[in-house]
């Protein structure tokens, strides 16, 4: 969660007001977002017109969807939050010993879905290809070059590699990727589950450099990725091994959430893609670089 949450929710405007304002920023930025297109060749789906009553909702579960996230034209830093109980970047200790995947051979890789560095576990899902563009919020949004992102998060059925009961040997859903010139960082995953008392979301650490990705102590910056309540509505409904993350998804929302509650207008990810052939999420990530 953020540092200093408020306790309290009843100011907040709620998810619909910050839905209604991705999507009017959408229209805006739909040039700046034409990196993404061309990369994934995934159309940006599920706003309406411009206007104050433009609104974020999906298609169909079979078919494209999309909502609001980051883009170049827009780029606030990205809010700081908890890293969880579950990091796995040598700030604490699972079974007894320091956890740090950071220090794991091969942990640089897009591909995140297997364990490594002699563990065999592959966490099964809905494949998800994520695409973070990091840029500089204290400079005109300038991509930055050069700077390594660590992501971590829960399988599909709720758990975390190295620390979850049945588990605690693997490593999948880890990986350190660095930034090429255009800011981009890309990982192939899956979409993650919703464990109980949380939304769906995945969290991640900034370094400047892929050198100093090795232990919490250099990080940059901690954040969390959150995604559109209907796409994960979707996934948990028609895909395979997801049903215990349907019934937990029903029993929370961002207004409630521990982390997410005071919005999620810089963190919410643009997904597009279906069922049948996977999903493509992205975010811009501001950071002072």
Known sequence: MRPNPHPSHH???GLSQDLALLCTQQMQRRRALGWLA???????????????????????????????????????????????????DGSNSANGSIANALALSGI????????????????????L????????????????????????HCDREGR??????????????????S????????????????????????????????????????????????????ICSQVYAGVTGYNTSASNLGRISFATDNVFSDGVSSQLASVSGSLSQGLAASLTVGING
């Open 11 to 13: 100011d907040h405007p």
């Open 38 to 88: 061309a990369a994934g060749g995934l159309g940006l789906l599920g706003c309406g017109g411009g206007g104050s009553d433009a609104s974020a909702s999906s298609s169909s579960s079979g078919g494209g969807s999309s909502t609001g996230g980051g883009s170049t034209s827009s780029c606030s830093l990205i809010p700081e939050e908890t890293a969880g109980p579950y990091p796995g």
């Open 108 to 127: 640089v890789r897009r591909d995140i879905r297997a364990s490594i560095a002699g563990a065999s576990g592959v966490a099964g899902g809905l494949p």
């Open 129 to 152: 290809t994520l695409t973070l563009r990091l840029v500089n919020s204290a400079s005109s949004c300038a991509d930055l070059s050069g700077y390594a992102v660590y992501l971590w």
């Open 160 to 177: 975390y590699s190295m620390y979850s009961s049945g588990i605690t040997d693997q490593n999948y859903l880890r990986g350190v990727q």
């Open 179 to 230: 930034s090429g010139s255009d800011g981009l960082v890309v990982f192939d995953t899956i979409f993650p589950g919703c464990y109980d008392g949380r939304m769906p979301h995945m969290h991640f650490e900034v370094y400047r450099s892929e050198t100093l990705a090795k232990s919490y102590a250099s990080k940059l910056r901690t954040s969390q990725i959150a995604f559109p309540v209907d």
